[in-house]
């Protein structure tokens, strides 16, 4: 059995959306995060739910391989 996660962050369609197989929506609540605001905050500036943004925000930690926000942040420090 195939990682589902690695299945969706590598797939081709991903790939073509973001060279990191983020969409672009989640790199927008990828700036945001990176920018130190709170879910709740991040759904106020996106007019989305809190619960969108979590989603969003667990998708991106199986494609960077993260644990935490923080690991987030770091990773993309490293990458700029």
Same mark, same amino acid.
């Given at each position: 059995?195939?990682?589902?996660?690695?299945?969706?962050?590598?797939?081709?369609?991903?790939?073509?959306?973001?060279?990191?197989?983020?969409?672009?929506?989640?790199?927008?609540?990828?700036?945001?995060?990176?920018?130190?605001?709170?879910?709740?905050?991040?759904?106020?500036?996106?007019?989305?739910?809190?619960?969108?943004?979590?989603?969003?925000?667990?998708?991106?930690?199986?494609?960077?391989?993260?644990?935490?926000?923080?690991? #987030? #942040?770091?990773?993309?420090?490293?990458?700029?």
């Amino acid at each position: 059995a195939s990682d589902w996660s690695s299945d969706v962050c590598s797939s081709d369609l991903v790939r073509a959306a973001m060279p990191e197989g983020l969409t672009k929506r989640e790199r927008e609540v990828l700036g945001w995060l990176q920018q130190g605001l709170s879910n709740k905050e991040i759904a106020i500036a996106m007019a989305i739910s809190p619960r969108t943004i979590q989603k969003h925000l667990q998708r991106i930690y199986q494609c960077l391989g993260a644990q935490t926000r923080y690991e #987030i #942040i770091a990773k993309r420090a490293c990458q700029d």
